[in-house]
């Protein structure tokens, strides 16, 4: 399985380190997380003359941007449409390919997808498809019934993803320990387009890098989860979403999955 394998931003540095990392250290993908004041960076913070110069990156194919709409940006509410909608825009203006936003499970499925119609309006005209997180609180239930909604609107084939966090799956009462499962109870008319690949021990969203939690001593789990993201036709990017020290470790993380990803 071809796959471009990304970093993202940080609370814990200033953001264009993130990325400066990335690109001296050849990563094929970056993702920019909008949540200042919890993740350090937004949107305004980035100025003209940088967005075009992230645009060129973009169009250049070196690097695939996406950006993560803040963590709390609810699609049912007015502030949170209007976070979603700045994302967007910057995503539009740097050449990104998705806007990720949260599934939110405490919504009927139709209540939730509804909301979603404007966004992935803006998106289509910006150049960019939404994907969709799983939290910690998602269920595969909940993903399959809004896909379900989702796969019955034509105009939303194609706009509209899903992201797998597969940590976030990891924690799932239904799936604890066990994200292959999450996985495999998805209906085949989810489409992924998006990974965020970190780990956990089933405790707390701990977000670990991948090959420093269960599958140090033991990767038969994300082998399995790359196998059926390869099943699956998945051509999207996985984004591992830490930063580390030292940060080289997320160059070996890069290099082991990629190993991995080319064994399928």
């Known amino acids: 399985m071809n796959v471009r ?10 953001a264009w380190l993130p990325y400066e990392f990335a690109r ?19 949107e305004a ?10 645009q ?7 690097v695939q941007f996406s950006i993560h709409a803040p963590y709390a940006a609810d699609p049912t509410t007015r502030d949170g449409v209007e976070a979603i909608c700045r994302s967007i825009r910057f995503g539009g203006s740097i050449g990104a390919r998705i806007v990720n936003l949260h599934l939110f499970p405490q919504y009927h499925a139709r209540v939730y997808v509804e909301s979603l119609r404007p966004l992935w309006e803006e998106a ?7 994907s969709l997180e799983n939290t910690p609180a998602t269920s595969p239930d909940n993903v399959n019934a809004v896909f379900g909604v989702l796969s019955a609107i034509p105009e939303a084939i194609g706009r509209v993803g899903f992201c797998l966090d597969s940590g976030h799956a990891n924690l799932h009462s239904t799936t604890r320990n066990d994200y292959v499962r999450f996985v495999d109870l998805l209906g085949a008319h989810v489409p992924i387009i998006h990974w965020h690949a970190h780990e956990n021990w089933g405790d707390y969203d701990s977000h670990l890098p991948l090959f420093s939690g269960p599958s140090a001593k033991d990767d038969r789990g994300l082998r399995g989860l790359i196998r059926r993201l ?3 036709g998945f051509a999207g990017s996985a984004i591992l979403e830490q930063w580390t020290y030292p940060p080289e470790q997320l160059v070996w993380t890069r290099n082991r999955l990629h190993e991995l990803a080319g064994q399928e």
């Open 24 to 42: 001296s250290h050849g990563f094929d993908a970056f993702e920019w997380f909008s949540d200042r004041g919890r993740h350090g960076w937004c």
């Open 45 to 54: 913070e980035t100025s003209e003359a940088e967005r075009a110069e992230l």
């Open 124 to 130: 289509t005209r910006a150049g960019l498809q939404l």
């Open 56 to 62: 060129r990156v973009a169009e250049s194919g070196s």
């Open 230 to 232: 390869h099943q699956r």
């Open 5 to 14: 394998i990304g970093n993202q931003t940080s609370a814990h540095v200033p």
